[in-house]
């Protein structure tokens, strides 16, 4: 079973319609969710960290927000320079060492002019 | 220069080569990680060393070999590989282990033939 699974795999947007991104999460204990942005051929870039539900980030044009299920990634008005792939991952509580994140597949987005 | 840098940026190898991966990171971090990017597959977490510490072997072949000198570099021996192994191959570097976001390469392209 997935621990992280994303919505959609991909999504086209005009430039300037709004939409969300959904990342759902099946972990016993969360320790972090972070969300990164991927460009083609480069390494995932960091947007942001939430680690409690009803935490909110904002950067420009995005916002990300949690619940204890899932998280989403609120894309305002958008631009085709956010066109990217956009990563979720979170960090499981353990009870000793260190750990990795575990990634969802992402969302593909395209935002045409 | 800032950040963490990979080299080399690709990379083609026989099956019967030996090669190796390096990575560096310029903020100061104690964690550093190997992460595998295949086509349609989320990343998945190869290595982790906490402090110079391997804690964490995700259950990878013994063909990948990591090796961290200190806090600041870190190797992926490769020998023996297989052409499935081809895939993107990104380092990353976090303050610590747990709970905090983690920065990435750019990755380096292998390709096995």
């Known amino acids: 079973e997935d621990q992280v699974t994303q919505s959609p795999e991909a999504l086209r947007l005009q430039e300037g319609e709004s939409s969300s991104l959904n990342c759902s999460y099946t972990?016993?204990?969360?320790?972090?969710l972070f969300w990164y942005r991927q460009d083609p051929g480069k390494g995932p870039e960091f947007l942001f960290t939430?680690?409690?539900a009803g935490e909110e980030k904002e950067k420009e044009r995005l916002k990300a927000t949690l619940t204890k299920k899932e998280s989403f990634l609120h894309i305002t008005a958008p631009k085709p320079e956010d066109s990217a792939t956009y990563l979720c991952?979170?960090?499981?509580?353990?009870?000793?060492?260190?750990?990795?994140?575990?990634f969802g597949k992402g969302t593909h987005l395209i935002i045409q002019p | 220069e800032t950040g963490v840098t990979q080299t080399p940026r690709h990379l083609v190898m026989g099956m019967t080569n030996k090669k190796s991966l390096k990575c560096e990171q310029h903020?100061?971090?104690?964690?550093m990680y190997w992460y595998k990017q295949s086509a349609k597959k989320p990343l998945e977490l190869m290595f982790v060393?906490?402090?110079?510490?391997?804690?964490e072997n995700n259950s990878v072949p013994s063909r990948f070999s990591p090796e961290c000198p200190n806090s600041s570099h870190l190797f992926l021996h490769l020998h023996t590989l297989q052409p499935e192994d081809s895939a993107l191959y990104l380092c990353?570097?976090?303050?610590?282990?747990?709970?905090?976001?983690?920065?990435f390469g750019q990755g380096t392209r292998l390709t096995v033939v």
């Open positions: 990353a570097s976090s303050q610590e282990a747990r709970g905090t976001e983690a920065f």
């Open positions: 972990v016993s204990g969360l320790r972090g």
């Open positions: 939430l680690y409690s």
């Open positions: 991952a979170v960090q499981e509580r353990s009870g000793g060492g260190a750990d990795g994140l575990t």
């Open positions: 903020l100061g971090h104690n964690a």
């Open positions: 060393y906490s402090l110079e510490e391997r804690v």
